[in-house]
């Protein structure tokens, strides 16, 4: 079995040595993904919701390019700037969920991310 590379345009292209995703024996892992919007490169963070939003369509856009979908998200990870900005950081991303089967996850706050972004969320996905 060997690993699958997964890497579309419509999610911002990797600045190291690492790729967007990475298809496994049946499971998607996508690396954390940030608010740039991948068309432009502009980083978003003029609110919390707004830069969360992004990064949600931008884990969106890999998941789609990986063959999968939220309703397939086994685990996320969500790393905070501030942990006040939690609510907020929730509404927006329980819209990508079904709350019956939303994703296992963790959410901690850090010191600093990317950028100096005030949130990252990376995943992992079942692939058919």
């Known amino acids: 079995m060997s690993k699958k590379i997964i890497q579309t345009d419509d999610a911002p292209a990797p600045v190291g040595a690492y790729n967007q995703a990475v298809v496994y024996g049946g499971v998607l892992y996508v ?6 919007k991948p068309a432009t490169g502009e ?3 003029t609110d919390i919701e707004t830069e969360t939003e992004q990064v949600m369509e931008n884990l969106g856009a890999i998941l789609k390019a990986a063959g999968t979908s939220f309703d397939q998200v086994l685990k996320c990870s969500v790393f905070v700037s501030d942990m ?3 609510g907020r950081i929730n ?3 329980s819209r990508y969920f079904n709350p019956e089967t939303a994703p296992a996850r963790a959410l901690v ?5 990317p950028k100096y972004v005030n949130v990252e969320i990376s995943c992992i ?3 058919e």
């Open 91 to 93: 509404g927006v991303y």
């Open 125 to 127: 996905a079942a692939v």
């Open 31 to 36: 690396s954390g993904q940030i608010a740039i």
């Open 109 to 113: 706050e850090v010191a600093n991310l």
């Open 43 to 45: 980083l978003i963070t």
């Open 84 to 86: 006040e900005n939690f």
